[in-house]
């Protein structure tokens, strides 16, 4: 509810929780996948970034051993 009243700049969220429930719920899930693409985001951008190290570890290993 809170969310939702910030989001529409309700300064009261009582007004919002006396919609009816599937009008809520719906605004809910409208707004969800927003917050959800942040989250996957994030961890893809930590996934990335460790397998560039990985990457780069690799490389390393094999300099030094072709090097001797």
Excluded: Y
Excluded at 15 to 33: E, S, V
């Amino acid at each position: 509810m809170f969310q939702l009243a910030d989001r529409w700049g309700e300064p009261d969220p009582r007004k919002i929780a006396q919609l009816p429930a599937d009008i809520i719920t719906h605004w809910q899930a409208f707004f969800m996948p927003e917050q959800e693409n942040i989250t996957k985001t994030q961890q893809t951008t930590a996934s990335i970034a460790s397998v560039r190290t990985d990457i780069e570890s690799q490389c390393h290993d094999v300099m030094r051993a072709i090097n001797g």
